[in-house]
């Protein structure tokens, strides 16, 4: 693979809680989920994500015998051992992360997906996108009550209180939504497939402050997206990003909880 990525912290000078990182056959993307900072953890997000990417890495890169969801078994057994003792776990927003990993074994191109990051994968004239929508359907309606009113107005602040509130509430819970979190079975919930290699061109893997060019905002559909990356490269699709979020700097074009989003992109040739 030849791989190009770009990532940005939604504000300068914040911490970024995207995580990547490509060997030869293998790419981890996480997205970690923002929490409060009285959320069980005394290390935090980043810290997080940092360790569950690397684990994931490891043994996705080390175990070929298994599965991609057995390896993001392992990296979130292998993380929440690592602050168990220290840190309450059994907390709904303990921190977490989305997760994209791609990896080719022989001849086999495998994927995995949680949650709301999204895979762009092009072949011949095909472009298949895998991304998780469960968030999306569980946070409907609360998330439509809360765009009805204008951003940070009086009802829009309560109304985002309930639409977190609701995410919280069925976070890793049956008919809910799941990420990667404290517990490993979360792993199951992955979506994953395979392809044959020879049928792969190129893919792309995005956190949804990347994606929101196109699944929140609607500035052109995927194959454009893809477009800009085989042509420009990803620090271009993500300097488009924030020029669309800059001409709506008030959320009332496009309402979404954060202005800007810490986003990061991937494009990969095989």
């Given at each position: 693979?030849r791989?190009e990525?770009?990532t940005?912290p939604?504000h300068?000078g914040?911490p970024?809680?995207?995580?990547v990182?490509?060997g030869?056959?293998?790419?981890?993307?996480l997205d970690g989920?923002?929490?409060?900072s009285d959320?069980?953890?005394?290390?935090?997000?980043p810290?997080?994500v940092?360790?569950?990417?690397?684990?994931?890495?490891t043994h996705?890169?080390?175990r070929?015998d298994?599965?991609?969801?057995?390896?993001l078994h392992?990296?979130?057994?292998?993380?929440s051992?690592?602050?168990?003792?220290a840190?309450?776990?059994?907390?709904?927003?303990?921190?977490a992360?989305t997760?994209?990993?791609v990896?080719?074994?022989?001849?086999?191109?495998?994927?995995?997906v949680?949650s709301?990051?999204?895979?762009?994968?092009e072949?011949?004239d095909?472009?298949?996108?895998?991304t998780d929508?469960?968030l999306g359907v569980v946070?409907?309606?609360?998330?439509?009550?809360?765009?009805a009113?204008?951003p940070g107005?009086?009802?829009?602040?309560?109304?985002?209180?309930?639409y977190?509130?609701t995410v919280?509430a069925?976070?890793n819970?049956?008919?809910?939504?799941?990420?990667?979190?404290?517990d490993?079975?979360?792993a199951?919930?992955?979506l994953?497939?395979?392809?044959?290699?020879g049928e792969?061109?190129?893919f792309?893997?995005?956190t949804?402050?990347?994606?929101?060019?196109v699944?929140?905002?609607?500035?052109?559909?995927?194959?454009?997206?893809?477009?800009?990356?085989?042509?420009?490269g990803?620090a271009e699709?993500l300097a488009?990003v924030?020029a669309a979020?800059?001409?709506d700097?008030?959320?009332?074009?496009?309402?979404?909880?954060k202005v800007?989003d810490?986003?990061?992109?991937?494009?990969?040739l095989?």
């Amino acid at each position: 693979m030849r791989v190009e990525f770009a990532t940005e912290p939604g504000h300068p000078g914040e911490p970024n809680e995207d995580f990547v990182v490509a060997g030869p056959t293998t790419l981890v993307l996480l997205d970690g989920v923002t929490s409060s900072s009285d959320n069980g953890c005394k290390h935090g997000v980043p810290w997080f994500v940092e360790r569950l990417g690397t684990a994931l890495f490891t043994h996705s890169c080390g175990r070929p015998d298994r599965s991609l969801a057995e390896c993001l078994h392992d990296a979130i057994e292998d993380t929440s051992a690592l602050h168990v003792d220290a840190c309450d776990l059994g907390r709904p927003d303990a921190p977490a992360a989305t997760a994209v990993v791609v990896r080719v074994v022989e001849d086999r191109l495998e994927y995995l997906v949680l949650s709301d990051s999204t895979l762009l994968i092009e072949r011949d004239d095909d472009l298949t996108v895998v991304t998780d929508d469960r968030l999306g359907v569980v946070g409907a309606a609360a998330r439509r009550r809360r765009n009805a009113h204008p951003p940070g107005s009086p009802g829009y602040l309560t109304a985002h209180q309930e639409y977190a509130d609701t995410v919280r509430a069925t976070r890793n819970v049956p008919g809910g939504h799941w990420v990667a979190a404290a517990d490993p079975a979360a792993a199951g919930e992955a979506l994953t497939g395979g392809l044959a290699l020879g049928e792969v061109h190129a893919f792309a893997a995005l956190t949804d402050g990347a994606s929101r060019l196109v699944d929140r905002f609607g500035i052109g559909d995927w194959d454009r997206l893809m477009t800009t990356l085989r042509h420009f490269g990803p620090a271009e699709l993500l300097a488009r990003v924030r020029a669309a979020e800059a001409s709506d700097a008030d959320g009332a074009r496009w309402p979404r909880g954060k202005v800007c989003d810490d986003a990061t992109a991937v494009w990969a040739l095989i």
